[in-house]
């Protein structure tokens, strides 16, 4: 009977996701339909010498309603076949054109199907001038449009976990140097050059961290952290430089204490810290970070990357919370602004309001205080976490849960300061600004970080 019910219960997960997807639309007079990724398996293909690297991806998926697929993919498409035929890529936009997607140009029964893809990936690498070895990596934000795994490789959108096996090769020169693998998935080494990474089936587009470089081209210390489930996790920290590597493995040993303390044990089977740069984007057990923040980062495991956001409607609860922490999880015996609308937005939208990281962190300091009495806003949070870790939820999922916990009616709040549904202005303009945490970075800064 347990058997029974876990598997029903795994089935009613996996296909959760896309009930949760934006709505449906028409394209010139066809329906296109958002989809359930099942699995995908990707061959990334680095030559050498021709200085070029290609995708190849098996994507098997699930169509719900009758319509043309949508998925995502930002590189050059240079074929793709559906169930051994070819097939027609193009790119559309979403009704209110807040974003755009990719679409396979036939109309489809509801089932299963499978995709193969190929396309070139040019964003975030760089080949040598001889040709003996390349870097790459998934660099990704939430604060600019189609910046997750669709820069890469194709993906559903944040609303869909799925599995992927990527496979990494590199032809094309018989003397190339060594390279290594930094990520947050199953690592393994099949020979020289030759790499296969298994990401769990929890992840989804914003999850991947994968970073291909040079063997020995950065300092890194590995250890195991204990933690408070009694579970060895593995830890790499890894920099171009010494002090930042010392520096960031006391502070990240101090940070997982402190939030293992108030939300429980961490969430993912290891963890990679990469200190670079300025500010910082958070993986699920992975981030690439400046030392300043590393915290921030690091309780992004728990709310961003470990509890997951829908969408672009959701993703301002883990920049609230994670922002909340930084000021010292602090109490406010009423919001400081007027009201905002930073989960009111298009259903279409993708990337989190920065308002979250100034308004939406006060108003976490607002629950804390109305939260007093049930040990505050730590324990409700320790608590949605424990309900909805490796499961991605909305604003609406977070406020019920916050009003069956407590007791209380959130309606009036939420529709003020975080849905937006009063005529207020916000009276806090100074409030979106440039997070710390989140520096944009340019192409050429991040092709520095590679
Ligand atoms: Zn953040």
Do not use: C
Not at 142 to 168: G, I
Not at 398 to 409: D, P, T
Request: hydrophobic residues 35%.
């Amino acid at each position: 009977m347990k058997v029974f019910l876990l598997t029903m219960l795994s089935i009613n997960l996996a296909v959760a996701g896309i009930s949760f997807a934006p709505k449906n639309f028409e394209v010139k007079g066809s329906q296109a339909v958002f989809v359930d990724f099942i699995t995908m398996e990707s061959v990334v293909t680095y030559d050498l010498k021709e200085k070029e690297t290609t995708a190849e991806s098996t994507i098997h998926f699930k169509v719900i309603k009758k319509g043309k697929p949508l998925f995502d993919l930002k590189e050059k498409v240079i074929r793709a076949t559906l169930t051994g035929s070819p097939v027609k890529i193009v790119e559309v936009d979403s009704p209110d054109r807040e974003t755009s997607y990719m679409m396979v140009d036939q109309t489809l029964e509801p089932g299963d199907y499978t995709l193969t893809l190929t396309n070139l990936i040019e964003a975030n690498q760089r080949y040598d001038w001889y040709g003996k070895s390349v870097r790459a990596a998934f660099w990704m934000s939430d604060l600019t449009d189609r910046k997750y795994l669709e820069q890469y490789l194709p993906t559903n959108l944040e609303f869909d976990q799925f599995a992927l096996t990527m496979h990494v090769k590199m032809v094309g020169n018989a003397k190339m140097d060594l390279h290594e693998v930094y990520t947050n998935g199953q690592l393994t080494v099949n020979g020289k050059n030759d790499f296969t990474i298994e990401f769990p089936e929890y992840f989804t587009a914003s999850s991947f961290y994968y970073h291909l470089s040079v063997q020995n081209s950065f300092e890194k210390t590995s250890f195991n952290f204990k933690s408070i489930n009694g579970k060895q996790v593995p830890v790499v920290v890894y920099s171009s430089s010494t002090s930042n590597v010392r520096s960031a493995t006391t502070k990240t040993k101090k940070v997982l204490a402190e939030l293992e303390g108030k939300l429980g044990a961490w969430p993912h089977p290891s963890l990679v810290v990469y200190v670079a740069g300025s500010g910082g984007m958070e993986h699920s057990g992975a981030t690439r970070t400046s030392l300043y923040a590393l915290g921030h980062e690091l309780i992004h495991s728990y709310y961003a990357r470990g509890v997951m956001p829908m969408d672009g409607n959701s993703g301002w609860m883990d920049e609230a919370i994670a922002s909340w922490r930084d000021d010292g999880y602090q109490v406010a015996q009423r919001p400081s602004f007027g009201s905002s609308t930073m989960s009111g937005h298009s259903p279409y939208r993708r990337t989190t309001d920065r308002k979250a990281y100034s308004q939406g962190a006060n108003f976490m300091a607002y629950l804390n205080y109305q939260l007093s009495e049930q040990g505050g806003l730590i324990a409700f949070l320790k608590h949605f976490h424990d309900l909805n870790s490796h499961k991605s939820v909305t604003t609406k999922m977070f406020k019920q849960e916050l009003e069956s916990y407590s007791g209380m009616s959130f309606t009036r709040e939420f529709d003020r300061y975080i849905y937006g549904q009063k005529k207020e202005q916000s009276t806090d303009k100074a409030g979106v600004k440039e997070n710390p945490y989140h520096v944009e970075l340019s192409e050429k800064e991040l092709e520095n970080l590679l």
